[in-house]
């Protein structure tokens, strides 16, 4: 399966993007797409994936209620709409198959592929 990320760019403190994850190849698990981000000098850290237990999305605390995930199959995407965007929401956002969400250590991962990332720059 390969990924591409698109969507990214330049935007205000407060404003909106939505960033846009296309997989091609062979059978895809769309609900299995999650979003990582890495900023500069710090460490990667999961943005959403499936919980597998109940197929629910779960959202890293600090995008919780900000960003959402929807999935268009029909399109073959996986998007992930930013909004009431903050200078902390800047990096490098990845998407990757075959993410789940861990419960015992709260974080998602990833035993897939990864997409190249789409650069996400938010200005105060």
């Known amino acids: 399966v390969q990924l591409q990320a698109s969507g990214g760019g330049l935007v205000q403190a407060g404003g909106s993007l939505r960033l846009s994850c296309v997989a091609s190849?062979?059978?895809?698990?769309?609900?299995?797409i999650g979003w990582f981000r890495q900023a500069p000098g710090k460490e990667r850290e999961g943005v959403s994936c499936?919980?597998?237990?109940?197929?629910?999305?779960e959202y890293g605390d600090s995008v919780k209620g900000r960003f959402t995930v929807s999935r268009d199959k029909g399109k073959n995407t996986v998007y992930l709409q930013m909004d009431s965007l903050t200078p902390e929401d800047t990096a490098l956002y990845y998407c990757a198959t075959d993410t789940y969400y861990n419960d015992d250590y709260g974080v998602c991962v990833t035993f897939g592929s990864w997409g190249q990332g789409t650069q996400v720059t938010v200005s105060s």
């Open positions: 190849g062979s059978t895809v698990d769309y609900d299995a």
């Open positions: 499936i919980n597998d237990r109940d197929r629910i999305t």
